[in-house]
C-alpha cells in the first residue's frame, strides 16, 4: 500500500515514524508548504514535493495523509484533495464535523475516491468507544476526561495574550469528579466541576503579570468557565520541564440494567499518551489501510471512524482474528 503525507510538522512526522512500523505500508512522498530543499526525512529513498506538485504523483498514491490543521487547513484541504485521491484526516473541531463531512463527501463522491474524516483519539477511538458503551447500556449517561496532557490549541491561546512569550496549558481532570463517575452515581457535572486548567508561562521582562493573569483566567471559550492556575517560569524552565506533548483521558458509560434497572455496569476506555501526535498519527495510518481495502471493495465518498468495520484496521487476517483475537 503506498501511502503519501500532506504536511511534515508534528502530525506527518508522527505518520512517517507509524508507516515504518507498519510492514504492508510504503511511504513514497511528502508534500509541503515550505521549500522542499529545507525538510529532512527520517525515511532513506523517499522525496519531498512542493504541495504545488501533488497531482503529478497521483497514480503513485493509495492513501494521502493530510497532516493539517483543523481551524484554516482542513476545511478546505481536504474537500480538494478528495477530488482526486483517496484520503484520511484527523478534523477535531466536534461541533463542525457534520459541515466538514458534508464537503468532503460531495468531492469525494464526484472523484470517485473514499475519504475517512475526524480521526485520531476524540474524534476516533473515543468516540466509537462512546458508541459502543451507548449501544450496550442505553440506560445511562456519558462521561469524557481529558488529561493530564497538554492541549495545543489552549497552548496558542495563551502566546497569544500581550507580552507572554511562549506557554504550555495543562488540561487535568479533578480526580473527585471521575471518582463520583466511577461510583455509579450517574453524577450532573458541569465544566468547571470535570477538569483544571494548569498554565506556564515565560513572559517579557517588565510586564504587568498580574494583567497577563487576568486576561488568561477571563479568556471566552478557553479558561472562563474553568479552574484556571497560572503559572510563570522561565524559557529555560519551559523548555527542560514541559517540551514534550503529553496526552489522554477517560471515556466512561456508566449505565444500569435490569427489569427496574437495579445493577450499575460500568465501561471505560482511557488512554494514556507519551506523545499525542504519534499516537494520532498511529491511528490515522490504521484507518489508511481500513481506507485502502473498503476502495477496492468499491466503497467511496465520506466515512468515519464508526462507518469502518475493526478488521479492516488490522494487519492480521480475518482467519488470523478468528484464531487469536476471539
Known amino acids: 500500500m503506498r501511502v503519501g503525507i500532506y504536511g511534515y510538522g508534528n502530525l506527518g512526522k508522527g505518520v512517517e515514524c507509524a508507516i515504518k512500523n507498519n510492514p504492508d505500508m510504503e511511504l513514497v512522498g511528502v508534500f509541503t508548504r515550505r521549500n522542499p530543499s529545507e525538510v529532512k526525512l527520517l525515511t532513506e529513498g523517499v522525496n519531498v514535493y512542493s504541495s504545488n506538485d501533488i497531482m503529478t504523483m497521483k497514480d503513485e498514491i493509495d492513501v494521502l495523509i493530510i497532516c493539517g490543521g483543523s481551524a484554516t487547513d482542513l476545511p478546505h484541504l481536504t474537500p480538494e484533495l478528495a477530488k482526486d485521491f483517496n484520503v484520511i484526516d484527523s478534523f477535531d473541531t466536534h461541533s463542525k464535523i457534520p459541515e466538514h463531512f458534508e464537503n468532503v463527501n460531495k468531492s469525494a463522491e464526484e472523484g470517485e475516491n473514499i475519504a475517512i474524516i475526524s480521526v485520531g483519539w476524540d474524534p476516533g477511538m473515543f468516540s466509537v468507544n462512546r458508541l459502543y458503551a451507548m449501544s450496550i447500556l442505553p440506560n445511562g449517561k456519558d462521561y469524557t476526561?481529558?488529561?493530564?496532557?497538554?492541549?495545543?490549541?489552549?497552548?496558542?491561546?495563551?502566546?497569544?495574550?500581550?507580552?507572554?512569550?511562549?506557554?504550555?496549558?495543562?488540561?487535568?481532570?479533578?480526580?473527585?469528579a471521575l471518582e463520583k463517575v466511577r461510583s455509579g452515581s450517574k453524577p450532573e457535572l458541569s465544566t468547571r466541576e470535570k477538569h483544571i486548567r494548569e498554565c506556564f508561562v515565560v513572559v517579557e521582562d517588565g510586564v504587568d503579570k498580574e494583567r497577563i493573569k487576568q486576561e488568561i483566567t477571563t479568556m471566552p471559550n478557553y479558561f472562563v468557565d474553568y479552574e484556571t492556575t497560572v503559572n510563570f517560569i522561565t524559557e529555560e524552565e519551559l523548555r527542560r520541564d514541559h517540551s514534550k506533548i503529553p496526552h489522554g483521558g477517560f471515556v466512561i458509560r456508566s449505565g444500569s440494567t435490569g427489569w427496574n434497572h437495579e445493577h450499575n455496569q460500568i465501561i471505560e476506555y482511557n488512554l494514556k499518551l507519551d506523545s499525542n501526535p504519534e499516537f494520532t498519527s498511529s491511528v490515522l495510518v490504521a484507518y489508511a489501510r481500513a481506507a485502502y481495502r473498503m476502495r477496492c471493495r468499491g466503497i467511496t465518498g465520506c466515512k468515519t471512524v464508526v462507518d469502518v468495520a475493526p478488521a479492516d484496521l488490522s494487519l492480521l487476517t480475518p482467519e488470523e482474528i478468528r484464531a487469536e483475537l476471539l
Open 145 to 176: 476526561f481529558w488529561g493530564r496532557g497538554v492541549s495545543q490549541g489552549h497552548s496558542q491561546a495563551l502566546r497569544e495574550v500581550e507580552g507572554v512569550l511562549d506557554g504550555k496549558q495543562y488540561t487535568i481532570p479533578v480526580k473527585s
